[in-house]
């Protein structure tokens, strides 16, 4: 998909992927092998049915394939831009194992955004049950099985805790990833459907799960998404200038530091910033970084490039953009100056060893081999746990020892009657197509429960 070049790209938050013309989108698609036995399908999380939807850009039938992608996916405008296709359906394309799978994300991503710009019909609204659903959290999650369950008739009330729609969608994910202007495009879809959202509602400080059953709701999903930030419990790690992925990020995305001087929320994240770890959220803040004017911008991961997690589209952009990479090398002390705020970090360098249970080589620390990086800024992105707010305000709502939400996996239903859970709050940390699956899984057996009562 063609982008902008790095020079301009480091220099604004606007998009970077610029996507496919009319012209590309249908040459693309006719490279589609059409496989009698779909593995491209399987590979979807949400059962798009990938084959017809591409058939359709083939033959220039744009407004039938977004219609197509609509049957299984409210939100195709923001899977073609954040979906990891590379490991679900594009991983799945027989073209993969011969050189450039289909480009899948794109085409679905092109289709939305030629529905966007030529304006966006809602289908008909069915006739109404009689029934009300609770949505906890209007994340990929909540907004999915929101969707879902309003196609069904129900009532759906989302509340979300921040005074903008969209979770993880809205407050992780940077502006030149994912606009602001297409997660609200996708939103209002999902409102048109007659999906009501009521931003500021903190559900398990203003109600809690029981009182939302005894105020007439039939079921409640819970979606509250993974808010909890890691940290590496080592010396120095409470210094000024440290930040989660998850502050640094809200800080950028729902406080607008994108657009500052517009809006007066600017990040001064002075000459050198270190970004700790070595995923999407550490991709995104370290790109962050850099067009927040830091002269150097280095990630720092105690493995190999090989097992970043991250996606390989954003490690390749990240390295475009001039980030310095810092492999095989862990922090172990934060050391501050005479006013508090960090000044540099001590590192140790790292060999692979064998493999641990995540089945990655695991990292062995090289005797002898201290040194010390110099910082302004450090963002420590080494993961995030489950949104503790309604899992400790609770009572009977199992929980594992991560406290994730414990759930049966093929209803999504908790060990509290009539309550059903999905998303990172059960996951932990997940993609944004696995969280959407759980919605729709959730959503199909609310309305067989609510279709028996």
Not at 26 to 39: N, T, W, Y
Not at 106 to 117: I, N, P, Q, S, T
Not at 360 to 370: D, H, T
Request: glycine share 10%; aromatic share 6%.
């Amino acid at each position: 998909m063609p982008k902008q070049s790095p020079e301009a790209r480091v220099r604004s938050f606007e998009e970077v992927a610029l996507g496919f013309t009319k012209e590309q989108a249908v040459a693309e698609a006719r490279r589609c092998l059409d496989c009698p036995k779909r593995p491209c399908a399987e590979g979807c999380p949400v059962e798009v049915e990938i084959p017809e939807f591409i058939r359709l850009v083939a033959n220039k039938d744009f407004e039938g394939a977004i219609e197509k992608i609509k049957e299984k996916n409210s939100l195709p405008a923001i899977c073609g831009r954040v979906c990891p296709q590379e490991d679900q359906c594009e991983g799945q394309c027989l073209w993969a194992k011969k050189g450039q799978s289909l480009a899948i994300g794109a085409l679905e991503r092109f289709v939305a955004d030629y529905e966007r710009e030529k304006g966006v019909e809602p289908p008909p609204r069915p006739k109404r049950s009689g029934r009300k659903v609770a949505v906890v959290g209007s994340g990929p999650a909540g907004l999915t099985a929101a969707a879902e369950l309003a196609r069904k008739g129900h009532t759906v009330v989302i509340f979300e805790a921040l005074h903008g729609s969209g979770g993880v969608l809205a407050y992780g994910i940077p502006e030149f990833r994912l606009p602001k202007e297409i997660l609200q495009a996708e939103v209002n879809y999902i409102k048109s459907l007659g999906v009501e959202i009521q931003t500021d509602k903190v559900v398990g400080k203003l109600y809690s799960v029981r009182e939302l059953l005894a105020k007439g709701f039939d079921a409640v999903f819970i979606s509250t998404g993974a808010g909890l930030p890691h940290f590496m419990n080592i010396p120095g790690e409470n210094l000024n200038g440290i930040y989660s992925a998850n502050e640094f990020l809200i800080r950028v995305n729902l406080m607008r530091a994108y657009k500052f001087p517009e809006y007066d929320t600017p990040i001064n994240v002075g000459s050198r910033v270190v970004v700790v770890g070595g995923g999407n959220s550490a991709m995104d803040a370290a790109r962050c970084a850099v067009r927040l004017g830091a002269m150097e911008v280095a990630i720092m991961y105690r493995r190999s490039r090989e097992e970043m997690p991250a996606r390989l589209e954003e490690v390749l952009n990240a390295d475009e953009e001039g980030v310095r990479f810092e492999m095989l090398t862990l922090p172990v002390r934060f050391i501050g100056d005479d006013r508090g705020w960090v000044k540099a970090i001590e590192c140790l360098r790292m060999r692979l060893g064998e493999p641990d249970s995540s089945g990655r080589r695991k990292p062995v620390p090289i005797e002898g081999s201290e040194f010390t990086f110099p910082v302004d800024t450090v963002v420590v992105a080494i993961g995030q746990g489950p949104n503790p707010m309604i899992p400790t305000s609770t009572k009977g709502l199992e929980v594992d020892g991560r406290g994730a939400i414990v759930i049966n996996q093929e209803t999504g239903l908790t060990s509290m009657k009539r309550v059903y859970a999905g998303g990172d709050i059960v996951r932990g940390g997940a993609t944004v197509i696995e969280a959407m699956g759980d919605g729709k899984r959730a959503a199909k057996a609310i309305h067989e429960q609510l279709s028996r009562t």
